[in-house]
């Protein structure tokens, strides 16, 4: 599975992104797909996960009713909707995805690139 991001950059303070993963090279639907975020020195974090129909998401406590994940199974895309953003949420933010018959484990079997948010006035 190749996953590429997009929809990252520079925000203020209070401000929205919408990051995008699109996917090839396998049947999307069949992908659990997560978004992480790694930031120097520290692990890579568990922001949000979608299960492949879109009925199950699971949110990291930071950012419950603040981000939302969702995908399009007909576009092999997934989203993440990050409204309110604190400077605490810059970061490098990966797609990752993995079968979901693996679940409950969440570390993804392929990541894509990383793309930059920065959260700054």
């Known amino acids: 599975v190749q996953l590429l991001e997009s929809g990252g950059g520079l925000v203020q303070p209070g401000g929205s992104l919408r990051l995008s993963c699109a996917a090839s090279?396998?049947?999307?639907?069949?992908?659990?797909m997560t978004w992480h975020r790694q930031v120097p020195g520290k692990e890579r974090e568990l922001v949000a996960g979608?299960?492949?129909?879109?009925?199950?998401?699971n949110y990291a406590d930071s950012v419950k009713g603040r981000f939302t994940i969702s995908r399009d199974n007909a576009k092999n895309t997934v989203f993440l909707q990050m409204n309110s953003l604190k400077p605490e949420d810059t970061a490098v933010y990966y797609c990752?995805?993995?079968?979901?018959?693996?679940?409950?484990?969440?570390?993804?079997?392929?990541w894509g690139q990383g793309t930059q948010v920065t959260v700054s006035s």
């Open positions: 979608i299960t492949t129909s879109g009925g199950v998401t």
């Open positions: 090279g396998a049947t999307f639907d069949n992908y659990y």
């Open positions: 990752g995805a993995l079968p979901q018959w693996k679940l409950p484990r969440t570390r993804p079997d392929f």
